[in-house]
């Protein structure tokens, strides 16, 4: 779902389905692997050794992507490759914040990482006691996710932007707390 949403790139005559959720599909169905390989992490030890494993799978070849996605980059007279997304992105915690030259700095396609991150970091709180907690668990994160978008709406916040500022596309789409994965 996710090439095909990419292909009018490389002009492959597509229909216009909402394939734009595809990235949204993928961290559901990552969360019922979770879910199935992690039933319960009753200790910290398991907590420890679920992050490990976590960790291990994604950062490093995020790592390699990110120091290529650097080599590449052709930067203005006068402008320096390292500024403060340089953080944000080693640490995976770029796309939390709802800002275009954040979440899409240097390596762009990392923004879906840097939200499974956040998903990572919250599973054991989610999947403590889940056959007690689960619907007001369920409940807390739909009212996170509506309250996201409906402040998005509240602020007339812009679609999409280059400059350094909160948009739409950012809150509603790349932002871990976002309720849907709309192609904006």
């Given at each position: 779902m996710i090439v095909v949403f990419h292909s009018?790139?490389?002009?492959?005559p597509i229909p216009k389905y909402a394939l734009g959720l595809g990235v949204s599909f993928f961290f559901v169905l990552s969360g019922f692997i979770l879910a199935y390989a992690y039933p319960k992490l009753a200790t910290t030890e398991d907590?420890?050794?679920f992050y490990v494993a976590r960790i291990a799978r994604?950062?490093?070849a995020h790592l390699c992507t990110l120091l290529l996605a650097m080599a590449t980059i052709r930067v203005p007279l006068g402008q320096s490759l390292v500024n403060m997304t340089l953080p944000?992105?080693?640490?995976?915690?770029?796309a939390w914040?709802?800002?275009?030259?954040w979440y899409f700095s240097y390596n762009a396609p990392s923004w879906s990482i840097s939200t499974e991150t956040f998903f990572y970091l919250?599973?054991?709180?989610?999947?403590?006691?889940?056959?007690?907690?689960?619907?007001w668990k369920w409940l807390l994160s739909?009212?996170?996710a509506g309250g996201m978008y409906a402040l998005s709406i509240k602020l007339q916040l812009t679609?999409?932007?280059?400059?350094d500022e909160v948009t739409l596309h950012g809150m509603a789409h790349v932002n871990p707390l976002a309720p849907f994965s709309p192609a904006l």
């Open positions: 009018p790139v490389l002009q492959i907590i420890r050794q994604i950062w490093p944000a992105n080693v640490l995976l915690v770029h914040i709802p800002s275009s030259p919250l599973f054991p709180a989610l999947i403590y006691n889940w056959g007690r907690s689960w619907w739909a009212l996170l679609d999409q932007s280059s400059m």
